[in-house]
């Protein structure tokens, strides 16, 4: 979890949207510069590797194209390894809020195309 996201109980509580935001965009900008590096120089990735970096950015498209509210929590649970009682305090939400809001951007992740074949069950 980047440092921004890490921070005591009472200030975290004070500035928590404040703390969410930064966090989310430090977790945009970490994964920006990882997917960049990895496809500068094509001919040092394996297939696989390239692969998966194409499956990641199509994971991060899907992700961006969802609401503000259903992105918030798959960017801190996912990206940001946050955990439901993290995420519920730094949104000011109720853990079951967080929870709904999970699923439903799951539910809406596995109808989009572009993402659907990560879904699949393997065999």
Do not use: W
């Amino acid at each position: 979890m980047p440092s921004c996201c890490i921070a005591t109980r009472n200030s975290y509580a004070d500035s928590a949207p404040a703390r969410a935001a930064q966090c989310l965009a430090a977790g945009q900008a970490e994964a920006s510069e990882r997917l960049l590096d990895r496809v500068a120089d094509p001919q040092a990735e394996s297939p696989d590797a390239l692969a998966q970096a194409e499956a990641d950015a199509a994971v991060r498209r899907a992700v961006e194209a969802l609401p503000e509210k259903h992105r918030q929590v798959v960017q801190l649970r996912f990206f940001e390894d946050a955990s439901l009682t993290e995420i519920a305090a730094a949104l000011r939400l109720s853990v079951g809020t967080v929870k709904s809001r999970l699923h439903h951007a799951l539910e809406k992740l596995r109808r989009m195309r572009s993402v659907e074949i990560l879904f699949r069950p393997e065999g």
